[in-house]
């Protein structure tokens, strides 16, 4: 089992920043490739960044490409995600997501473990 936390979202103003970070505990961190997905009302959630493993490689979905970075730290357990730039759009639920093995994936059917979401509202 691994259980997630998230923690950073909030109420920011568009072109502000934020920072997102996912705490893991349970079994080793480092055997996971993790995800950021996020999920607005009426819609489906959707990926934002993945990333594998040992941090060596990620993904992220066009709309954020450029504006947000996912990274990772193995030793603090924890995951993060930069989101610069904030367009009005970006305002979801913000959930982080384990899969097991260091590949990461794109699809939220591929994780096994979440975590309980942060709300990230982005006002013009």
């Known amino acids: 089992q691994v259980q997630l936390v998230e923690s950073g979202g909030g109420l920011v103003q568009a072109g502000g920043s934020l920072r997102l970070s996912c705490a893991a505990s349970?079994?080793?961190?480092?055997?996971?490739?993790m995800g950021w997905f996020r999920q607005a009302p009426g819609k489906e959630r959707e990926v934002v960044a993945a990333?594998?493993?040992?941090?060596?490689?990620?993904y992220y979905v066009d709309s954020v490409k450029g504006r947000f970075t996912i990274s990772r730290d193995n030793a603090k357990n924890t995951v993060y995600l930069q989101m610069n730039s904030l367009k009005p759009e970006d305002t979801a639920v913000y959930y982080c997501?384990?899969?097991?093995?260091?590949?990461?994936?794109?699809?939220?059917?591929?994780?096994?473990?979440w975590g309980q979401g942060t709300q990230v509202t982005v006002s013009s």
């Open positions: 349970g079994r080793t961190f480092s055997s996971f490739a």
């Open positions: 997501a384990a899969r097991s093995g260091p590949v990461f994936s794109s699809r939220k059917y591929d994780y096994d473990y």
């Open positions: 990333i594998t493993w040992s941090g060596g490689s990620a």
